[in-house]
């Protein structure tokens, strides 16, 4: 059983920060890439950041300059850094990892079940 856990959503104001966390736990035998996803009310989900197992990343033209995701392999987990907070930045944040379980031969999607990111003032 694998789970993907967020944690660090909440309320910030217009300009604020907010850092979130995504530990991957479970029988995993390995990790590749790791990203964010955001889901605003009446909207399609869309990817914010995603970084590889090499550290290579990619940032949705939204946030760049803005956000900055990490990931720690060691504790399988990722990270996401949320400077000058706007209002639309405003979403339910989802974890994502393709990752192949222990005694799997392939790997599959994971989620999380999302935290709640609010800028408002």
């Known amino acids: 059983q694998v789970q993907l856990v967020e944690s660090g959503g909440g309320l910030v104001q217009p300009g604020g920060s907010l850092r979130l966390s995504c530990a991957a736990s479970?029988?995993?035998?390995?990790?590749?890439?790791m990203g964010w996803y955001r889901q605003a009310p009446g909207k399609e989900r869309e990817l914010v950041a995603r970084i590889g197992s090499d550290g290579r990343t990619n940032y949705a033209d939204s946030v760049k300059g803005r956000f900055t995701i990490s990931r720690d392999n060691a504790k399988n987990t990722v990270y996401l850094q949320m400077n000058s907070l706007k209002p639309e930045d405003t979403a339910v944040y989802y974890c994502n990892a393709n990752l192949r379980p222990r005694g799997s031969f392939t790997t599959g999607n994971y989620w999380g079940k999302g935290t709640q990111v609010t800028v408002s003032s």
């Open positions: 479970g029988n995993i035998f390995s990790i590749n890439g």
